[in-house]
């Protein structure tokens, strides 16, 4: 029910989004293509795990990383905003975390970082929230790209009525 009306609401909205996606390993976009008539809302998605792979496609500062750890809400906002920089949609997600069962570097297992960027006339707004999941890697990751699909609509919102990131 979420995907679908996320589908639909990116339809009411003449939206095309695009996704880096870390932890979630491309699940956002395979959520959407399931839906019939998504391929004209989906512009690409990024899959990226290696700090290399972030830094290459998406423009992520080393020294983000080094400052913030790959698990954090500052990563997951240049990670949105690179997949925006050379891309014609306007909306863009963004996952980076842990989908497992380990916490690393003092960070708990199940913690997942999110960014969602928008562009409206020119202005980018960015929102970012740090959440955590409980369950298996398979769980973590489908509730994971569930719960970014479902706060799309509530950050765009936000950006129609005038509210900054």
Known sequence: MIVEETVKYL???ALVVTTAESCTAGRIV???AEIPGSGALVECGYVVYSPEAKQRLLGVRSTTIKTFNL????VARE????????????????TTGLCGNEDMDGIPAGTVCFAWAFM???QLSVFTRRHRFFGDRTAMQ????LHALEH???FHRRVLAGETA
Do not use: F, W, Y
């Not at 990670?79 to 963004?94: E, H, N, Q, Y």
């Not at 489908?142 to 790209?145: E, L």
């Open 152 to 154: 799309l609509p509530v």
């Open 30 to 32: 395979a959520l959407l």
């Open 79 to 94: 990670m949105a905003i690179g997949a925006l920089r050379d891309s014609p949609a306007k909306v863009a997600i963004a």
């Open 11 to 13: 339809n009411e909205h």
């Open 71 to 74: 698990t954090s809400v500052e």
């Open 120 to 122: 409206n006339d020119g």
């Open 142 to 145: 489908q509730d994971a790209a």
